[in-house]
Nanobody, 129 residues
Framework: QVQLVESGGGLVQAGGSLTLSCAAS????????MGWFRRAPGKEREFVSA????????YYADSVKGRFTISRDNAKNTVYLQMNSLKPEDTAVYYC??????????????????????WGQGTQVTVSS
């Protein structure tokens, strides 16, 4: 089992920045890919970003590309999402997730919810205009 806890959410004005953190415990963090998803009110959870176990490969949703940066520090069992130039449409609950299969090949499939075995409870990000 893996426990994931997000933090860093809050209220920020449009154009501002926030950095989210996801702390993992319970199993080997460095062995699997990690992802960030978000869910706005009334909408389904959508992919935001993902990072490979080594940190050498990443994916971003088109809506956040160029503004958000995903990174990880395996020594600290933590993955980050740096969010810059925030827009009101970024308002959502942000979730981190872990792919529990360390043997999975890195591919665009990591953008889909189904590959993730563990999820955090989410942290609220609200961007005001």
């Amino acid at each position: 089992q893996v426990q994931l806890v997000e933090s860093g959410g809050g209220l920020v004005q449009a154009g501002g920045s926030l950095t989210l953190s996801c702390a993992a415990s319970g199993r080997t963090f460095s062995s699997y890919a990690m992802g960030w998803f978000r869910r706005a009110p009334g909408k389904e959870r959508e992919f935001v970003s993902a990072i490979s176990w080594s940190g050498g490969s990443t994916y971003y949703a088109d809506s956040v590309k160029g503004r958000f940066t995903i990174s990880r520090d395996n020594a600290k069992n933590t993955v980050y999402l740096q969010m810059n130039s925030l827009k009101p449409e970024d308002t959502a609950v942000y979730y981190c997730a872990a792919d529990g299969d360390p043997t999975r090949r890195w591919s665009s499939r990591i953008k889909t919810r189904g590959v993730y075995d563990y999820w955090g409870q989410g942290t609220q990000v609200t961007v005001s205009s």
